[in-house]
């Protein structure tokens, strides 16, 4: 099977896996404990913490791990907003995108119904949410701006850095989603002028379950727990921390970027654009400018889409549209943003590759679309 999907999840790279099984057998007791083998357990976390802060430019003390981005999400908008915080109490207004992952925009949708007003902003025709349109949405009373990093189904990178000077210089909390940017792109939170930033270890080949929100200044600032437990992480997410998850985590952590940045010295999609052009398939590559160099989103215009999946159901696994909404007949919530049909979202295909894809399998995939045309 020719793995064409890890924009929705990485395989788990083989140390991952080592790590994980060695912790499970070694590592097995409660970090909170205050006895020899728990307090090994802390410190293995404590670790893994120095790892993703120094990924990101930020503080040990301002990363909470979570169990993955739809959680630190979750904890980053309602953490923030439905706290204490008396600098916050009468504002009542969120600028997020029509392009989000599906999580913040269901996140928007609950915060509406508890009286909160929630603007969509619209990409522009490259695919992008730019800092004036998060400026030009700006109220006096808005609270907090939420635009992702990447695009999960175009690859796409907003403009983060100008988005984040935007709102420091008109005091508005900045909530950013980098689940599918960490490790494959520079992040610097000082720069980009985040408050928030959600991540998850999968997209990154770590094990599903385990993520992290960086927040910053944690220990000065009202967040309300989304799961109240027994003072876990700074008394912000409740629950026995998943220490196995966590050091597995760290190994993605560690080792990622690396063999990410061999993978992107292959220029497999460039390879996959010239041999899709040298069989003369005819296709659009929807959005554009700065990009991550493993996922991008193609329209086939003259292929059968049922014949190319029937074809290959068992040898290419494809992605229509994103991962949370590919088993529904409506078109992407993203791709109709862009203002596209029905039928232009059907033969539409988010490619991400693999780090260890070959240009054999990518001629394989190019002669699969070509003989479904």
Not at 205 to 225: M, Q, S
Not at 336 to 365: C, M, N, W, Y
């Amino acid at each position: 099977m020719i793995y064409l999907d890890t924009a929705a999840s990485y395989p788990l790279l083989p140390e991952v896996k080592e790590t994980l099984i060695k912790e499970f057998e070694n590592h097995y007791a409660n970090s909170a404990a205050s006895h020899y083998l728990g307090e090994e357990v802390n410190k293995s976390i404590n670790r893994v913490r120095e790892m993703l802060a120094d990924e990101i430019g930020a503080f040990p003390s301002e990363i909470v791990f979570t169990s993955g981005a739809t959680e630190s999400n979750n904890l980053a908008i309602k953490g923030a907003l439905l706290s204490k915080d008396p600098k916050l109490k009468s504002k009542k207004h969120i600028v997020t995108s029509a392009i989000e992952h599906k999580c913040n925009l269901a996140i928007c949708n609950y915060m509406e119904s508890l009286g909160f007003e929630v603007t969509y902003l619209m990409p522009n025709k490259n695919g992008l949410i730019t800092a004036e349109s998060v400026k030009g949405a700006l109220r006096v009373d808005t609270a907090l701006v939420s635009i992702m990093h990447a695009n999960n189904e175009l690859g796409t990178l907003n403009p983060i850095k100008e988005i984040g000077q935007v709102c420091f210089e008109n005091d508005v909390l900045f909530h950013c989603d980098a689940a599918q940017s960490l490790c494959k792109t520079e992040i610097d939170v000082d720069n980009f002028n985040v408050d928030f930033m959600s991540f998850s270890a999968h997209k990154i080949a770590g094990p599903k379950g385990i993520g992290a929100l960086y927040i910053r200044d944690l220990r000065e600032r009202e967040i309300e727990p989304v799961i109240h437990g027994a003072g876990q992480e700074q008394g912000v997410r409740g629950g026995t921390v998943a220490s196995p998850l966590i050091a597995a985590f760290g190994t993605a952590i560690e080792l990622f970027p690396l063999r990410y940045k061999e993978f992107s010295k292959t220029k497999a999609l460039e390879f996959f654009k010239e041999s899709l052009q040298a069989t003369g398939i005819t296709y659009s590559e929807n959005g554009h400018g700065e990009k991550l160099s493993h996922c991008c989103s193609f329209t086939f215009h003259d292929v059968k889409v049922t014949k190319l999946i029937r074809e290959n159901d068992e040898k290419i696994a494809f992605a229509q549209g994103s991962a949370c909404s590919s088993k529904e007949i409506q078109a992407s919530h993203v791709l109709t943003a862009l203002g596209f049909s029905r039928e232009e979202a059907e033969k539409t295909f988010r490619i991400s590759f693999p780090l260890d894809i070959s240009h054999e399998q990518i001629s394989f995939v190019v002669n699969a679309i070509k003989k479904a045309t």
